[in-house]
């Protein structure tokens, strides 16, 4: 049997697993000591998505649909609830920063930044890493881990080629999947893929041939060549953990902070705690920096040994950021939109006396400040102020990544069904395993199961199924529920170790600059670090930012 053979059956099987448990349980032949008989089915439905999900038997986003039909014809929830969970104030909030960010790709914003920061920096090697460390993680922020990967691979890739240049002749190749190689700069390529498509589906492959032994000296500076080519490797791994690390310090940065956003609003005890964009904030932009700074440290130690002095010349630099040109009106409009959004999503939280207390409570959300921040994009002028042109058109939008909205809004559909069928309240029961364990472990074994598991799934699909379990394991544990879902959460994004792990590292190995063993190898280590860091956060710094 070959490998296309064992797909096959692979896919085959799942296919039929999925349903056929979950109708097992929906039709009684599984059955639960639950009080109410809907727990069942929901339970069914939960495994049913769970094995597709996993398998990827189904693209991710179509698998979320199930609940629009199934759960209805279940008789867990109606049609109108159902549809409901998929456009809630959270989804909005993701939506409008989306078309937000796409107004700063379109002004090249991000490029104008990460090249200053890469002028402030210096260009020693170690430093050269922080800035795109660091300004990676400040892109991801704000737009997705996806969308940030590919814009910055480029630069990186660019930045790399002009060091590869000074050090001696070498060929830069690159190549899409499934097609030719031809010779040049990847940045026009890769943003006109971003453009039609946020998922890396023609991943970019880079690859260095070096016509020198490996060991041969840069004329410059004494650099190996062989250095160097490490160096490189380490970059580009900056960009791709960059991105998932920068996505933790915002609400916005990545889906499974939406998800447990979204899944919190709707049922969780606010007397627990809250979770809004300042919460957020308070929590994540600290611990992704200190997570960025020991991922730059340990990064340090392995890629840039035996580098030394300046590998690039700042007049490179200079020139590409003199070929982006002046700073225009609109850029500026774009920039003070941006902020305005940002300062009011910080500012908002009527618990903190915030502009929200104007309002009646719950009136106001951070999706209105977000779609309100989109709108005044698409009536801001792009030259005069009559003009025609205004800063985004409609055709800017064209790439809203409606998979991620769509799996977040299976989530949020799965979580309305697990409480309302029953099955919440029968987990509960049964799932006290942390009950009287010390509470200094539990964020650590959760973030160690969370981030083995989501290292083979997606990270959003990971979110939507563990926090409605997580909350009913504190619930039976006499825990409180944030204690387990904010590490939970958060390790959801500990994905660094497989290609297949998270988008960012598929557009990382796809410029061929690494292997798969490599991959696995430093990765495992952040997954390490990651892990310590949000233990320490969770029961420091946790319990002030969320009041639990």
């Known amino acids: 049997m070959d490998r296309t053979d064992v797909k096959a059956w692979i896919w085959t099987t799942t296919l039929v697993l999925g349903p056929t448990l979950g109708l097992l349980f929906a039709s009684g032949a599984i059955s639960l000591d639950a009080e109410d008989s809907r727990a069942a089915s929901m339970l069914g439905l939960l495994i049913w998505m769970a094995i597709w999900w996993a398998s990827e038997t189904l693209p991710l986003p179509v698998t979320a649909l199930l609940p629009v039909v199934m759960m209805p014809l279940l008789g867990v929830l109606s049609s109108q609830e159902v549809a409901k969970a998929y456009m809630n104030d959270t989804q909005m909030l993701f939506l409008g920063s989306f078309i937000v960010a796409a107004a700063v790709e379109k002004m090249n914003l991000h490029r104008r930044l990460a090249i200053s920061v890469l002028l402030f920096t210096g260009t020693r090697p170690k430093y050269m890493m922080l800035g795109m460390l660091g300004i990676t993680g400040f892109v991801s922020m704000w737009i997705s881990n996806t ?20 050090s001696g002749g070498h060929n830069v190749q690159t190549s899409t999947q499934g097609g030719g190689q031809t010779e040049g700069h990847l940045q026009d390529t890769c943003q006109e893929h971003h453009a039609q498509d946020h998922t890396p589906h023609r991943m970019m492959s880079l690859e260095l041939d070096m016509h020198e032994q490996d060991g041969s000296k840069n004329s410059c500076n004494g650099t190996s060549r062989k250095g160097l080519q490490k160096f490189a490797k380490g970059v580009i791994l900056c960009v791709a953990y960059g991105s998932t690390i920068g996505g933790l310090s915002s609400l916005v940065g990545t889906g499974p902070n939406l998800v447990l956003a979204g899944y919190w609003e709707q049922h969780g005890d606010k007397s627990q705690g809250s979770v809004n964009f300042a919460s957020w904030m308070m929590f994540g932009l600290p611990f992704s920096i200190v997570f960025g700074a020991s991922v730059w440290f340990f990064f340090c130690v392995v890629f840039c040994r035996g580098l030394e002095g300046s590998i690039l010349s700042t007049d490179v630099l200079q020139k590409e950021r003199t070929s982006l040109g002046k700073l225009t009106r609109a850029h500026i409009f774009v920039m003070v939109v941006f902020a305005g959004m940002v300062v009011l999503w910080v500012t908002r939280q009527p618990s903190l006396h915030g502009w929200g207390s104007l309002f009646r409570e719950k009136t106001v959300g951070d999706g209105a400040v977000s779609v309100l921040a989109s709108i005044l994009l698409f009536v801001l002028p792009m030259q005069e102020f009559m003009g025609p042109e205004k800063i985004l058109a409609w055709e800017d939008c064209k790439s809203v990544p409606w998979d991620i909205i769509l799996l977040m809004g ?17 987990l509960s029961t049964k799932l006290s395993i ?34 409605p379990i997580l909350a009913a394991l504190a619930d039976a544990s006499d825990l409180p529920s944030l204690l387990l879902l904010i590490p939970g959460t958060f390790a959801c994004s500990l994905s660094f170790m497989f290609p297949n792990s998270t988008p960012p590292n598929a557009v990382a190995y796809g410029t061929g600059l690494l292997h798969v063993k490599e991959m696995v190898k430093y990765g495992f280590f952040i997954n390490c670090i990651g892990i310590w860091w949000i233990s320490v956060f969770t029961l420091t710094l946790g319990r002030w930012a969320f009041d639990f």
């Open 147 to 166: 969308a940030t990967s590919i814009l910055m691979v480029p630069l990186a890739v660019t930045t790399l080629e002009q060091i590869l240049d000074q």
């Open 410 to 426: 299976g989530g949020f559909a799965l979580s309305q069904g697990i409480i309302e069928s029953g099955l919440f309240a029968w």
């Open 434 to 467: 942390l009950e009287g364990m010390p509470t200094f472990l539990i964020p650590a074994i959760v973030s160690l199961f969370v981030s083995t598991v989501t290292e083979f799934t997606s990270n959003v699909a990971t979110s939507t199924i563990f926090i």
